[in-house]
């Protein structure tokens, strides 16, 4: 699974401003309605439902919001980086100030949950992350998630 699949250079705010998690839900929730051309309320109650069953915030600064929305025909990621870190009620009580949402079709199954698996890879990788709070602009931060991921073989 290839993020660049997921996301888009429009689908990346590098400098996102929010005080509180449902604003910074509702802010990406916007910009996911304007690639989706879905309802941005319908959006945001699918990622408010899921956050009612455990937050999505993973630790070490990171959330991945996500939801399965009827009507949409593929798997559609919008990544943002918080200027000023904000509670999430991760699973570690650490701020994030780096999330990645994800929207996927509600037969999507497995496709969604391997989407899951690599962003979490990726934002987890600690220099990665380092990279992604250090870059200026759109372009640089969706180079930084979408470059292939290094192989361990020699």
Request: proline fraction near 5%; hydrophobic fraction near 50%; charged fraction near 25%.
């Amino acid at each position: 699974m290839d993020l660049s699949d997921l996301l888009q250079v429009e689908a990346v705010l590098p400098h996102l401003k929010a005080n509180s998690k449902k604003q910074a839900l509702q802010e990406m929730a916007a910009k996911a309605a304007a690639i989706t051309q879905r309802p941005e309320r319908e959006i945001f109650d699918t990622l408010l439902q899921r956050e009612k069953l455990g937050s999505t915030g993973v630790g070490h600064g990171v959330a991945i919001p996500h939801g399965k929305l009827v009507a949409l025909d593929r798997l559609v990621g919008v990544f943002a980086r918080l200027d000023k870190p904000i509670d999430f009620d991760a699973l570690d009580d650490e701020p994030v100030d780096l999330m990645f949402l994800l929207l996927a079709p509600e037969n999507a199954g497995a496709d969604h949950l391997k989407a899951l698996a690599r962003i979490a890879r990726v934002l987890r990788e600690p220099t990665i992350a380092s990279k992604l709070r250090a870059a200026n602009d759109a372009a640089a931060i969706f180079a930084l998630i979408t470059q292939p991921v290094a192989s361990n073989a020699a």
